[in-house]
């Protein structure tokens, strides 16, 4: 059983840059795939980014170009790097080891893009 706990989240400007972090419990090296998935009030939770062991990557469409993941398996972290927000990135981001299905997730972390 791995815990995961994220934290960075907060309230930013538009155009701001935030950093979340996720740190597990236990070791990451044997999951696959870590990710970060985010959920706004009245919408499903929705895939943001995703890193395999191999480094390879996955962004949605929405956060190309604005976000970057990495994943750190000595430290058993994820990390995601936020920039150029927008008021339409608010949500409650979770980290996700595993896939959504059957993977373990974090208590989440709120991030509120506003002027």
């Known amino acids: 059983q791995v815990q995961l706990v994220e934290s960075g989240g907060g309230l930013v400007q538009p155009g701001g840059s935030l950093r979340l972090s996720c740190a597990a419990s236990g070791s990451i090296g044997s999951i696959y795939v870590m990710g970060w998935y985010r959920q706004a009030p009245g919408k499903q939770r929705e895939l943001v980014a995703a890193?395999?062991?191999?480094?390879?990557?996955n962004y949605a469409d929405s956060v190309k170009g604005r976000v970057s993941i990495s994943r750190d398996n000595a430290k058993n972290t994820v990390s995601l790097q936020m920039n150029s927000l927008k008021p339409e990135d608010t949500a409650v981001y979770y980290c996700?080891?595993?896939?959504?299905?059957?993977?373990?997730w974090g208590q989440g972390t709120q991030v509120t893009v506003s002027s």
């Open positions: 890193i395999t062991n191999g480094g390879g990557t």
């Open positions: 996700n080891g595993g896939g959504a299905t059957r993977g373990y």
